[in-house]
């Protein structure tokens, strides 16, 4: 069956429907609210948290699904920060700007193997009053087979360096099938990995740790509702991948962040999901830095572009 794509106007979603993957993007953000995976003769099974739940209930939980960060990752001091020359930065909340707005549809193509959605979005008078840069953001995601890949291009049309950060938020169900959230698999890649310690509002303290070994990572309710922070940029960045996996090891997701150096682990305490988070760069510092000057920030010089990928693959019987 080849893949087909369609628009739905009443709810500002694309659906792209494949052999085994079926995707939903809103277009507000861009973000991925279902990646819907079917397999043989099994029901279908919802990889991202909230599944196709356009307007979750309110029960408290995280409401989102996997939302675009940028140009910034994490918080601001009052969510205000300022460049060493003295511009200013502003946004409603954490994560930045791209996750409240509307992004257009640039491209849909595919057929047997894969189907591409591209997205963009352009600065305009909302984004200026936040971030005073002009800017493209580009969105691709690619559906194939059990993956769904994400490239992020982010160009500087201003006249002058950018700063900023990127990332990706998606949370997954834990577990996805039977079982319960602390006996679930949270594995980090093999190899140097630095913990990244913050305070109780997720900022930067200063102190690291350097962790060996990676495999199974014994996570908390408590860490994970105040956030586990890690540099990866020891690791080859096509060995930077994330597993999730069900206490019985049948069902999961791995998680790859070839283009980022950083990861965020997140969810609500004792709710039923993780965000394996993709980052390049992290919340400010206790001690509030220049905005140019955060942990992981990218300056772009005029006319300068910055690509960046991550993937989620669907793992399994």
Known sequence: MPYSHRYDPETDVDLVTGPELDLMVRRKGAEVVELTWKRPDQDPT????????????????????????????????????????????????????????????????????????????????????????????????????????????????????????????????????????????????????TRVFADGDCRLTGETEVLEGGGDFPFTEGGLDGTYLFDLSGIEPEQRVVELMDPDESLGVRVGLAGYPHLGLWSDANAPFVCIEPWQGMDDSVKQEPFDQKFGIVTLPPGGRDFRSAWIEAVGG
């Not at 307007?55 to 939980?61: A, I, L, Q, T, V």
């Not at 200026?128 to 160009?155: H, S």
């Open 46 to 193: 919802g990889l991202i948290w909230r599944n196709g739940v356009l307007d979750p209930p309110d029960d408290g939980f995280w409401p989102r699904h996997a939302p675009v960060l940028f140009p910034v990752v994490g918080g601001l001091h009052d969510n205000r920060s300022r460049t060493t020359d003295g511009v200013d930065v502003r946004f409603p909340g954490l994560h930045g700007l791209a996750r409240h707005a509307s992004f257009g549809l640039s491209g849909a193509s595919g057929g047997e193997h894969s189907f591409l959605l591209v997205y963009r979005l352009d600065a305009d008078r909302e984004t200026r009053a936040l971030f005073p840069w002009e800017f493209a953001l580009t969105i691709v995601y690619t559906l194939r087979e059990r993956e769904l890949e994400l490239n992020v291009t982010v160009l500087n049309a201003d006249n002058r360096p950018m700063p900023f950060q990127l990332g990706w938020h998606p949370g997954f169900p834990a577990p996805f099938g039977e079982g319960n959230k602390a006996d679930c698999h949270l594995r980090l890649p093999r190899g140097r990995i």
